[in-house]
């Protein structure tokens, strides 16, 4: 890929830009011309796409001509779900996602605290003893003699629980009397959420803005041009937020639309969410936890713990109050719920909101459910009555999905085959926003289509173009957007270009193929997804015309 214009005048990188630019000699995915190969961006708009016989006609009128060489130019991905600072700080500093063992991860976590002397507060994420040998999480005591007993926090891959070390646990006064504290075991509920505000206090300015920085980087390296965060006083701060809103606004990186997680109990709430900048009240309003440690909230006991149904954070008044004085306010609501318990309470409080408000005031705002992971058909066709949308994680299904994954062990094979049921939703109609939770599951946006086109649960599969626009059309859908995530004229020039093979119209179960996959059909192709196949790479990235990554080499 290379400009080849005589009058070429390449922006710096993250400059804003009023050139107009031609991209040909690739593949254009494109609603407007299927066999598209050319694309002409003017300034931060989409000007024109179609095929090569037409470019030469605009190719004397732009400023720069680039050569995509066979290159595929798409959307840009929108991650709908991210923890932006917390995602930097697991990419610069202890992660623990790959630890294949519990001695491995106190060895590191050994090694992270010697290399880290001043820390105040060491920070760790992402163990997950469903995949070591020994089957248990590290204790309390065993993190000690790793950090000589400075204060420790080691979030589970969820974040939904964590272990610390007694350094952290005696910077909480009264945590042995929050529920979820347990002396030795990682802490769940209250006792998590109040040690997760003591360590992230402990963080810099200099040091969030660092790790903010990181992962938009890593975020625009992946293709991906915009970011929903899912901020809240139980997972972040508000200066988190507003720093994030700020850094991003700066235009070096992705667009990052901010959410913030508080239940609206009066009209005076919704002032200060507008004051924050977000864009709704929503993300991870916690309505339950997660199902690998035990939280989310279930009808039935869970599987491997039948004293366990999981935890309720919200009751029933709270949810549908939420929801009213959104809906009354004109504000986008939304909520985290997993468990099908959870679901209902959220489905409850949307059926109140709309005998009080109207359906179509309820249908307007969109309001939002995260996650959605175990849901009744009852509660899919409620979605689709109420316009919710399932902001979902694909990348949860495969890493803890099939017959012997995390899932089913907490569950059952039976309550297991029936998480994320994407076709259901999608067939009734429920739109669908895709994203990671990072750092939960990484910002991946290719692999996240793939994990969706290749669910573990057959019955569950979607076609690779479905899952495709959930993670670029379906992103900007969600915050009330219907002009972005696609490459049409008018629409914001929010692209990435790949290297990739060859492309397909891909539907690996013939249940979900419900259009042509003959090439003459005029489908657009996307890269061939299949598992063991290498990813597409991402060259460049570019956001509002502004070039936010450029693959060195590339």
Request: hydrophobic content about 45%; aromatic content about 6%.
């Amino acid at each position: 890929m290379h400009p080849s214009s005589a009058t070429a005048r390449p922006s710096a990188k993250g400059a804003p830009t009023s050139t107009t630019v031609m991209l040909r000699g690739g593949f254009v995915h494109t609603p407007a011309d299927p066999f598209a190969t050319a694309i002409v961006v003017d300034g931060g708009t989409v000007a024109w796409v179609g095929e090569e016989a037409a470019a030469d006609s605009f190719a004397d009128g732009v400023d720069e001509v680039v050569q995509l060489d066979g290159a595929l130019v798409t959307p840009a991905f929108t991650d709908a779900h991210v923890h932006t600072t917390a995602t930097g700080l697991a990419l610069t500093g202890l992660d623990l996602t790959t630890a294949a063992s519990l001695p491995e991860a106190l060895a590191r976590t050994a090694a992270h605290a010697a290399a880290h002397p001043a820390d105040r507060v060491l920070l760790g994420h992402g163990w997950d003893e469903t995949r070591w040998p020994e089957r248990r999480p590290p204790t309390r005591e065993e993190l000690d003699r790793a950090t000589g007993g400075r204060p420790l926090y080691l979030s589970r891959t969820d974040v939904h629980s964590a272990a610390v070390t007694s350094g952290l646990a005696a910077l909480v006064p009264g945590l042995a009397g929050l529920p979820g504290h347990h002396p030795s075991a990682p802490l769940t509920r209250d006792a998590h959420h109040a040690v997760r505000k003591a360590a992230y206090a402990a963080v810099t300015p200099a040091q969030r803005e660092a790790a903010q920085r990181a992962a938009l980087r890593h975020a625009a390296a992946q293709g991906i041009g915009a970011l929903h965060e899912c901020a809240g006083p139980d997972i972040s701060s508000q200066d988190d937020l507003t720093g994030l809103l700020a850094l991003a606004a700066a235009g070096d990186g992705p667009r990052v639309l901010g959410y913030w997680a508080e239940p609206v109990r009066t009209p005076a709430d919704l002032d200060r969410i507008r004051d924050l900048g977000a864009v709704g009240a929503g993300g991870d309003l916690f309505v339950d936890g997660s199902l690998g440690s035990h939280t989310a909230c279930l009808h039935a006991p869970y599987a491997d713990d039948a004293a366990a149904t999981g935890v309720s954070y919200l009751d029933g008044e709270t949810i549908a109050r939420h929801l009213l004085l959104c809906t009354q306010a004109g504000v986008q609501a939304g909520f985290h719920a997993i468990g099908d318990a959870a679901v209902d309470a959220v489905v409850a409080g949307v059926r109140a909101a709309a005998e009080a408000a109207g359906l179509d005031r309820v249908r307007a705002l969109r309001h939002r459910v995260e996650h959605a992971e175990l849901l009744s058909g009852a509660a899919i066709a409620a979605f689709a009555e109420f316009g919710l949308v399932a902001s979902v994680q694909p990348a949860f299904d495969a890493a803890w999905g099939g017959t012997d994954g995390m899932y089913a062990e907490r569950l059952g094979a039976e309550r297991a085959a029936a998480l994320n049921p994407y076709a259901a939703l999608t067939r009734a109609g429920v739109p669908l926003a895709l994203g990671s939770d990072s750092p939960v599951t990484p910002l991946d946006p290719w692999g996240a289509v793939r994990a969706a086109t290749f669910h573990r649960t057959p019955e569950h599969r979607i076609s690779a173009r479905a899952a495709f626009t959930g993670h670029t059309r379906g992103g900007w859908r969600a915050v009330g957007r219907d002009d972005a995530g696609v490459l049409v004229p008018g629409a914001p020039a929010d692209y990435a270009v790949w290297r990739v093979g060859d492309l397909v119209v891909q539907a690996p179960d013939e249940r979900v193929a419900n259009w042509s996959t003959d090439p003459r059909s005029g489908t657009p192709g996307l890269p061939d997804l299949t598992p063991g196949r290498e990813l597409p790479t991402a060259l460049r990235t570019v956001v509002g015309g502004r070039t936010v990554h450029v693959r060195p080499n590339g």
